[in-house]
């Protein structure tokens, strides 16, 4: 069966770090992913999507993420995090065949930053 | 515009009580999604409409869940009789089967709490 893994349930980092978040996903054929970030108390908004062509692929607030077919990974990075980046992020695939609703989401990793 | 839009924010019943939650959709968006959001499941499609008509409500964890979409610019989700497990948080969010497809708009979502 299909599935997202976000290995990382919690990571801290310090202000001005650099950010990684890791995301793997199992399925058969190109998938579409998408990482969303969710702020304490609010609903989710999508951060960035891949699903075709370039893999390096830029979002808002300065993130970008990689897709790795060999790695089956979509990891999300920032250079250099800000402290309004502390939210949860969630990283979802289109269930295969699915037509628009099918996203099946990770669990999340929980984004502390350091001051 | 003015987003999702959900309601109530915060909704307290006590257990056999009969819950509506609300969402108005983007203007212009033909898809309309809800989930539930809990610690332990993470976040689940219940139920997604295209069009007004419902497209795949495999998630619905019972039949004391019902989902309606009356018209393009108004859904609701309704538990009867509500059980303490029901607990969550609910999202609508809503997408276009235009040039932006797959991006799904997500509320700030409705926390309920039932006792």
């Known amino acids: 069966a299909q599935s997202v893994t976000q290995p990382d349930i919690h990571i801290t980092v310090s202000e001005g770090a650099s950010l990684e978040l890791r995301c793997n996903y199992s399925y058969g054929a190109t998938p579409y992913l998408f990482w969303y970030v969710q702020s304490p108390g609010q609903g989710l908004q999508l951060l960035l999507k891949?699903?075709?062509?370039?893999?390096l692929v830029q979002g808002i607030k300065g993130f970008e993420a990689e897709f790795k077919r060999s790695q089956s990974s979509f990891n999300l990075r920032k250079p250099s995090v800000h402290w309004s980046d502390a939210a949860e992020y969630f990283c979802a695939v289109l269930r295969y065949g699915g037509s628009q609703g099918n996203l099946i989401f990770g669990k999340g990793t929980k984004l502390s930053v350091k001051p | 515009d003015a987003g999702v839009i959900q309601s109530p924010r915060h909704e307290v019943t006590e257990m056999g009580q009969e819950v509506t939650l609300r969402c108005k959709p983007i203007?212009?968006?033909?898809?309309l999604f809800w989930y539930r959001q809990t610690m332990m499941r993470g976040l689940e499609l219940l139920i997604y409409f295209n069009n007004n008509v419902p497209i795949d409500d495999s998630g619905m964890p019972e039949d004391r869940f019902s989902a309606k979409m009356p018209n393009a610019s108004f859904s609701t989700l309704k538990i009867q009789p509500s059980e303490p497990r029901d607990s969550a948080v609910y999202f609508c969010?809503?997408?276009?089967?235009?040039?932006?497809?797959?991006?799904?708009?997500f509320g700030p979502g409705t926390r309920l709490t039932v006792t």
């Open positions: 891949y699903f075709s062509g370039d893999t």
């Open positions: 969010a809503s997408s276009s089967s235009g040039t932006q497809a797959y991006e799904q708009y």
């Open positions: 203007s212009g968006h033909d898809y």
